[in-house]
Structure formats: structure tokens, C-alpha cells
């Protein structure tokens, strides 16, 4: 019994300095942890002073440096692996065609639409070389990039492009300036080598040429909002030396404006639809609409564009068309009488189509195209008489494409051309080949 108690005692007596000191080593252990843990946040935060001085010294130091071409270009190399601000793309692109009509190269020369343009056919019977087009690409630092175009033929080098592009606005704006194709439309930007087809649509050769609006000095100021679709939005001023719609003409500065929306939405996991209006207008000084005649006056030429495309795997589908109306109106000079030139009011609204299609397999692509003018709208009056020409102009073409690798092309095309409102077909058939070497920038949608 004596033993019990006295061992309950001596528990008692140990247990109460032993639980103390336990307690006490907890509330040690805790203080020492807050003690470092505010050491190690005094430490993280003298850190941190000291990187953010040593930002602000760095950015001090670098504030007239400007970074280097991969920072601003993500990376690209030239064509050798130099730098693109030393060493720039640079490619060439043949475009050579064998042509084959049934008319004779005077008819071909002389063969216009009447009513539109006097232009001619532009090929002849046998070998032609378009161009040898030379494109030059790099940034010139991280504000602008340069782009230039020079395609070679016989008559000698010209000047087709030659642009600057920024890099850096803000809020999605960007500025072109120089000389450049026209934005208004996909077809109307593309170089003829990026065509679907080797020969513009009619609509574009009737109102703009065989070229479409062509390379024109000007200026172009675009805007890509932050929106859920992809939507560009954009203006032009032109020096407007365009022959056939516009004229170059001493006496006026810029006189040709242009005016464009583009959207486009995905319509399926493989397909997309671009889509969108696009107007020109200005002043007129032309002397192609009709033989020996000069119109003064104003015109304005409107577009509304639709572009679908689908691809899987190795097949592909490409549906475009695009409605084209003019409206036009001044005074019309003739100067085919033997006295003195007629002058006399010139109205005039025309329209004008065309739909496409094509499908692509692999290394093939098979195309056709219809298009035609005077769809739903045919005013030509001089003065207060409504001028006639004949049957409305209209052409159907096929096309079949061997495609080895993107840098080569072979195009056989046939086409049945009754643009000409005499009664005289043009069956046409040629085969075009396309080459290009260098580093070639890829083309848009």
C-alpha cells in the first residue's frame, strides 16, 4: 500500500515539470518560427527592392536599344541563316504560258469588250512569258517591315510593289504606304501567280483591267478590332493611275479612295467563310472605255465578295464568288468625227459576276468558272440616248492542276470566251507553268 502511494507521488512529481516543460518547448518552438519566418519575408522583401532596382537600371541602360530581329520577327532566318534585317527573303517567280486560240493575234490584240474596255486579249498564239516577278521581304526594324515586287518581261522592270507595313501600333491598327495592290478584295491583292485561274475574272477586266486595280502609290490605314470573329476594317487614298476606272491626270493630287470590311467565321471543325463589301470611287479621266473617246467625270465601283473553304485531310474545297456594280457618270469626248470632238453626258451603271469552284486531291486540283456581265443591270446612255452593244458578254472556263510542291505549278485551262458581243468565240486552251525558288512568303486566305 505505502509502495503504491509513494509511487503515485513521485508521478505526480514528475509529471508536472516534465508537462510544463513540454508546454514550454511548444511555445519556443512556436516563437522561433515566427521569429524566422519574419526574417525570411524582411529577406524575400529586400529581394525583391533589389530586382526591381535592378530592372529599372537595366531599362535605363538599354532605353536606346532596339531589339534584335528574331525578338521582333519571332525568330525567322534568311536564306542563308543570317538575320532578316541582314539577310532578307528574296525569291523569284516565273510565270510562263503556251496559247492556243482560234483566232488570229489581230483579232486577239483587238479583241475588248465593248461597252467596258477597249484592252485586248493580252496573249498571243504560241509562247509567252509574263513575268519574271523578284520579291523582296524583311523587316526593317521592330516598327516596320518592306516589301517589294519587280516583275521582269520583255519590255523591261517595273516597279509593282513597293511598301512599308507597320509592326507595332497599338489596338490593331496598322499603316501601309507606298505603292501597292488594293486591299478591297481577295482577288484584287493577289499577285497573278496566286491566281485560282491564269486570267482575272471578266467583271475585274471589264471595270479595272486585266490586272485588276494594278500596283498604285498610295496609303492604307487598317483596323482589327478585338472582336469573337475575325473582322478587318480598313481605308485607301490612291494616286489613281489606274487607266481604265480612275486616270492619271497632271492637274490632280490623290483622287481614287477605297473603302473595305472583311470577316470571317469558322462554319465547321475543317471549313471557313470570308466575307465582305468593299466600294472604290473618285475621279475619272479615262480614255479605255470606247474607242477615240475620253470620259471626264466621277465613277464608283462596289464588290461584295464570299469565299468558303473546306479541307480534310488530302482533299480541299474552294468556293468563291463576288458581284461587282459600276456607276458612272461625266462627260464623254468622242473624237472620231473628222470636225471638231462631241461632247456629251455619259450615265452608266453596269454589273457584272462570277462563281467558282474547285477541288483539290493531293498533288491535283480541278476548277471551274463562269462569269458574266450585265447580270441584273445594263445602263449605257450618252447623252439621252441608251447605247447598245450586242449580246450580253459571258465566259465559262475549266481548269485542271498538277501541283509537285508549293514552289511549282502545271495548268491546263480551257476557255469559251463570247465576251466580245460579235458573235465570234474565242475557244482558247493553254498550259501554264509556275516556278518559284527563294524563300516566297505564303500567301492569304
Known amino acids: 500500500m505505502r509502495t503504491s502511494i509513494f509511487t503515485a507521488l513521485l ?22 518560427l515566427d521569429a524566422e519566418l519574419g526574417r525570411q519575408s524582411e529577406t524575400i522583401r529586400e529581394q525583391q527592392k533589389t530586382i526591381e532596382e535592378l530592372k529599372e537600371h537595366l531599362k535605363e541602360q538599354n532605353a536606346d536599344k532596339l531589339p534584335t530581329a528574331e525578338e521582333s520577327a519571332g525568330k525567322p532566318t534568311g536564306l542563308f541563316g543570317g538575320s532578316l534585317m541582314t539577310n532578307p527573303y528574296i525569291s523569284l517567280v516565273l510565270d510562263a504560258k503556251g496559247y492556243a486560240s482560234n483566232l488570229k493575234n489581230d483579232a486577239l490584240e483587238a479583241r475588248g469588250v465593248p461597252g467596258f474596255t477597249t484592252e485586248g486579249r493580252g496573249l498571243r498564239n504560241g509562247f509567252n512569258v509574263d513575268a519574271a516577278e523578284l520579291f523582296i521581304f524583311a523587316p526593317v526594324d521592330p516598327y516596320f517591315n518592306l516589301y517589294v515586287n519587280i516583275p521582269v518581261n520583255q519590255d523591261g522592270a517595273a516597279l509593282e ?16 504606304g507606298g505603292r501597292f495592290k488594293s486591299n478591297t478584295s481577295r482577288l484584287n491583292s493577289q499577285h497573278p501567280h496566286a491566281w485560282d485561274f491564269a486570267d482575272i475574272a471578266l467583271p475585274y477586266k471589264a471595270f479595272l483591267g486585266s490586272e485588276g486595280s494594278g500596283g498604285e502609290n498610295g496609303v492604307q490605314l487598317t483596323w482589327l478590332p478585338q472582336m469573337p470573329v475575325y473582322t478587318l476594317l480598313g481605308v485607301e487614298a490612291f494616286q489613281g493611275d489606274n487607266p481604265l476606272i480612275f486616270g492619271n491626270d497632271p492637274n490632280w493630287g490623290p483622287h481614287a479612295f477605297s473603302a473595305f470590311a472583311k470577316t470571317s467565321i469558322d462554319t465547321s471543325d475543317n471549313s471557313t467563310l470570308y466575307a465582305g463589301p468593299w466600294a472604290m470611287f473618285g475621279s475619272t479621266n479615262s480614255t479605255g472605255i470606247l474607242p477615240d473617246t475620253g470620259l471626264r467625270g466621277d465613277s464608283a465601283l462596289y464588290g461584295m465578295e464570299a469565299v468558303w473553304k473546306w479541307k480534310s485531310g488530302l482533299q480541299g474545297v474552294t468556293l468563291q464568288a463576288e458581284y461587282l456594280y459600276l456607276v458612272q457618270n461625266g462627260d464623254l469626248t468622242d473624237n472620231t468625227g473628222a470636225t471638231a470632238p462631241v461632247v456629251n453626258h455619259l450615265h452608266r451603271h453596269q454589273d457584272g459576276a462570277y462563281i467558282q469552284a474547285l477541288y483539290r486531291y493531293g498533288r491535283w486540283r480541278v476548277g471551274a468558272r463562269c462569269d458574266r456581265l450585265e447580270l441584273f443591270k445594263n445602263t449605257f446612255e450618252v447623252g439621252v440616248a441608251e447605247q447598245s452593244f450586242g449580246s450580253k458578254p459571258w465566259r465559262a472556263t475549266g481548269s485542271l492542276e498538277f501541283i509537285p510542291t508549293e514552289f511549282s505549278m502545271i495548268r491546263a485551262q480551257f476557255t469559251s470566251d463570247h465576251s466580245a458581243r460579235d458573235g465570234r468565240v474565242n475557244n482558247e486552251g493553254l498550259i501554264q507553268l509556275i516556278f518559284t525558288i527563294g524563300a516566297h512568303p505564303a500567301h492569304t486566305f
Open 11 to 32: 508521478f505526480a512529481v514528475v509529471a508536472v515539470p516534465l508537462s510544463a516543460l513540454a508546454a514550454d518547448s511548444v511555445d519556443d518552438r512556436i516563437n522561433r
Open 161 to 176: 510593289e513597293a511598301y512599308f507595313v507597320t509592326a507595332s501600333l497599338p489596338e490593331g491598327l496598322q499603316v501601309k
